[in-house]
């Protein structure tokens, strides 16, 4: 599976972006997608994820009621929407696939896509 992230950008707090992860490949769609951001100076952390289907989702608690990944396995593609995003957001934000249910470790997730940058203003 390969997978390439876009869609960030600057947004001003309180407003909305929505993120897309392309894929290729044929197991995409019976793959685990999950959405990890990096600030600088700091691990790569755990956004949120996705099973194969769609129906079930897991989130950081920090994005709780605020983020919402979707997926639409016709087109490849999974996505990060980010409602009311705050300071603390700002970061570079990725996509991976093919970990195992509840994994919210960068370790478990075997294909990684570019990042795309996240500014949030205050």
């Known amino acids: 599976v390969q997978l390439q992230a876009s869609g960030g950008g600057l947004v001003h707090a309180g407003d909305s972006l929505r993120l897309s992860c392309a894929a290729s490949?044929?197991?995409?769609?019976?793959?685990?997608v999950a959405w990890f951001r990096q600030a600088p100076g700091k691990e790569r952390e755990f956004v949120g994820a996705?099973?194969?289907?769609?129906?079930?989702?897991y989130y950081a608690d920090s994005v709780v009621g605020r983020f919402t990944i979707s997926r639409d396995n016709a087109k490849n593609a999974a996505y990060l929407q980010m409602d009311s995003p705050k300071s603390e957001d700002t970061a570079v934000y990725y996509c991976?696939?093919?970990?195992?249910?509840?994994?919210?470790?960068?370790?478990?997730?075997?294909?990684w896509g570019q990042g795309t940058q996240v500014t949030v203003s205050s």
């Open positions: 490949g044929h197991t995409f769609r019976s793959s685990l």
């Open positions: 991976a696939a093919n970990g195992r249910w509840g994994a919210r470790g960068p370790d478990a997730f075997g294909y």
């Open positions: 996705i099973n194969g289907s769609g129906v079930r989702k």
